[in-house]
């Protein structure tokens, strides 16, 4: 993508510098800057113009090598500057923020504010600076870089949406809005106002350009993490220990799987960490089922116990009924056998015979 701009607009400051201090619309791929530090300022543009390819797209790697590279000045005076940069390039417009300072991207077409550098978030891990390549600029969108961060960024797109001003007259109605923002050091802020007139080509590059900005440590964790994830598969499949007669796994509930690196910025390693818990969660659940089953089965075989206790205590109780029965009948013939028998009847004296007459 290559974008042609319109003459830029300044607003100078009584303290903070605009590097380069001339008008660089004419240049194929301008470099602009505001900055608090006059010797780093020139440190830096002087490398990026002299030292960068600009023909190919600017990475954040590109930008922390510029910036080590004016690490060579103090270490002291570069991080406590403010540092607001555009550097025009075949990806786009590569913008980076370091700092009380602050890059707007403002869309006359859409009426919005496309970027904003005050609503990036810091890597630490990959970049000095919040950073961002622009490869959505259309012609009409305005690119600002202002030394100071607390102004009111819905006026300024209000002047920069105005169709009935030319670019001057918006430049002077920011100076008013500007006039009681002060820097750190208590001056005016320093503004550098891109109209982009043209956009050429496509910012996506078929030489697989973008691969400059992919740090070498994020495909490291990527790769640890798709280690981790095979490791996992394999001990569920193949150990032995972990699964039961039935195919059930036995893995511990109270046992996790921490792949978590040092810090999570690759969007990649959270797919794959988000892989690994539901393939834990899986492993959860078949135990869970399993114990379930376990259950059901002791379940079972307590009924089961508990029916033929009935049983037998039944057939005791039968038992226990016959016997006494038994017992009856003995006691009922042996008091039969015992009682005395019948005494024959005693002989009844003979009636004395009657006198004859």
């Not at 830096?44 to 930008?63: A, C, Q, R």
Request: aromatic share 6%; net charge negative; proline share 4%.
């Amino acid at each position: 993508m290559k974008l042609k701009i319109y003459s830029p607009q300044f607003i100078n400051s009584d303290h903070d510098v605009i590097v380069p201090a001339d008008d660089q619309s004419m240049s194929e791929y301008p470099v602009y800057m505001v900055c608090d530090d006059s010797v780093v300022a020139s440190e830096l543009y002087n490398y990026i113009t002299s030292s960068l390819d600009l023909e190919k797209p600017i990475t954040g790697e590109d930008f922390n090598d510029a910036l080590d590279h004016a690490l060579n000045t103090p270490e002291h005076r570069v991080k406590r500057c403010n540092l607001a940069l555009a550097v025009y390039n075949r990806g786009g417009c590569f913008v980076a923020q370091m700092g009380k300072t602050r890059v707007l991207q403002v869309s006359m077409s859409t009426q919005e504010i496309e970027y904003d550098s005050r609503a990036q978030v810091l890597d630490i891990y990959s970049s000095k600076a919040k950073v961002e390549l622009i490869k959505e600029a259309k012609p009409d969108d305005y690119i600002l870089l202002c030394s100071a961060e607390n102004f009111d960024e819905k006026a300024v797109r209000k002047v920069l949406c105005q169709e009935d001003k030319d670019d001057h007259a918006k430049i002077s109605e920011i100076k008013k809005l500007l006039s009681n923002v002060k820097t750190e050091g208590g001056c005016t802020p320093a503004v550098v106002l891109n109209h982009i007139e043209q956009a050429t080509g496509s910012g996506v590059s078929l030489n697989f350009d973008f691969l400059n900005g992919f740090k070498v440590k994020y495909l490291l964790y990527v790769l640890a993490a798709v280690v981790v994830v095979l490791l996992v598969v394999w001990g569920v499949k193949a150990l032995p220990g972990l699964f039961n007669s039935d195919g059930v796994s036995t893995v511990n509930q109270e046992v996790s799987i921490s792949t978590t690196p040092s810090h999570d910025a690759d969007v990649t390693y959270v797919r794959d960490s988000l892989l690994i818990k539901a393939e834990q969660d899986s492993l959860k659940a078949v135990a869970a089922k399993a114990d379930s089953i376990k259950r059901a089965q002791k379940a079972k075989a307590d009924s089961i116990k508990a029916v033929n206790a009935k049983k037998r205590a039944e057939a005791d109780s039968k038992k226990s009924q016959a016997a006494e029965e038994d017992v009856k009948v003995v006691h009922s013939e042996s008091s039969s056998e015992s009682k005395p028998a019948e005494q024959p009847a005693a002989p009844q004296p003979a009636a004395p015979a009657s006198k004859p007459e």
